[in-house]
T-cell receptor, first 118, second 108 residues
Framework: GAVVSQHPSWVICKSGTSVKIECRSLDFQATTMFWYRQFPKQSLMLMATSNEGSKATYEQGVEKDKFLINHASLTLSTLTVTSAHPEDSSFYIC??????????????FGPGTRLTVT | RKEVEQDPGPFNVPEGATVAFNCTYSNSASQSFFWYRQDCRKEPKLLMSVYSSGNEDGRFTAQLNRASQYISLLIRDSKLSDSATYLCVVNGNNDMRFGAGTRLTVKP
């Protein structure tokens, strides 16, 4: 199956700093990428959807100025958590889809990035 | 109401048992349905898609009832390695929506 990588896999940062997480599709062109957040013992919650070359569409309740998403190429999307706080500590997972249409499944998930803000 | 609701679990079963998970979804326009498996601190991995006619993959059987907006997953002859969280996933307008997951622990 298709491979999606994320970097870093684990990051610890101090409160107030910014953290950038990269998501790459390794063997296909990801027209659409998704960013999810998962708190312990909870489900994945969609944060935003990004199409290459367009602004990301954020889910209700997700601050776009805090979670900056850039999908500048067909193989790379980045999520930057700005001015991180301890409550931003979570497991962040990206996924990528080759096409724009809902029918062009499947979504391939990255291995996730565990963020801990101290 | 949540878009995708699952049995809260957890399910603790002995090896060899049969276990069933249920899921309901609220968006009647949904067209694609999946069961994913997620191991602790790992990303979700596709277990199987769910088709209207029902489908089987080895010990796993998935059923879909569109009228009731209900999906199920049956695991027969459960193995220790089946221990994981099972996520019901339904496509939304342009993305996938996840249930909260049901934790399964298979014990010797």
């Amino acid at each position: 199956g298709a491979v999606v990588s994320q970097h870093p896999s684990w990051v610890i940062c101090k409160s107030g700093t910014s953290v950038k997480i990269e998501c790459r599709s390794l063997d296909f062109q990801a027209t659409t990428m998704f960013w999810y957040r998962q708190f312990p013992k909870q489900s994945l919650m969609l944060m935003a959807t990004s199409n290459e070359g367009s602004k990301a569409t954020y889910e209700q309740g997700v601050e776009k100025d805090k979670f900056l998403i850039n999908h500048a190429s067909l193989t790379l999307s980045t999520l930057t958590v700005t001015s991180a706080h301890p409550e931003d500590s979570s497991f962040y997972i990206c996924s990528a889809r080759e096409g724009l249409a809902v029918s062009s499944y499947e979504q391939y998930f990255g291995p996730g990035t565990r963020l801990t803000v101290t | 109401r949540k878009e995708v609701e699952q049995d809260p679990g957890p399910f603790n079963v002995p090896e060899g048992a049969t276990v069933a998970f249920n899921c309901t979804y609220s968006n009647s326009a949904s067209q694609s349905f999946f069961w994913y498996r997620q191991d602790c601190r790992k990303e979700p991995k596709l277990l199987m898609s769910v088709y209207s006619s029902g489908n089987e993959d080895g010990r796993f059987t998935a059923q879909l009832n569109r009228a009731s907006q209900y999906i199920s997953l049956l695991i027969r002859d459960s193995k220790l390695s089946d221990s994981a969280t099972y996520l019901c996933v339904v496509n939304g307008n342009n993305d996938m929506r996840f249930g909260a997951g049901t934790r399964l622990t298979v014990k010797p």
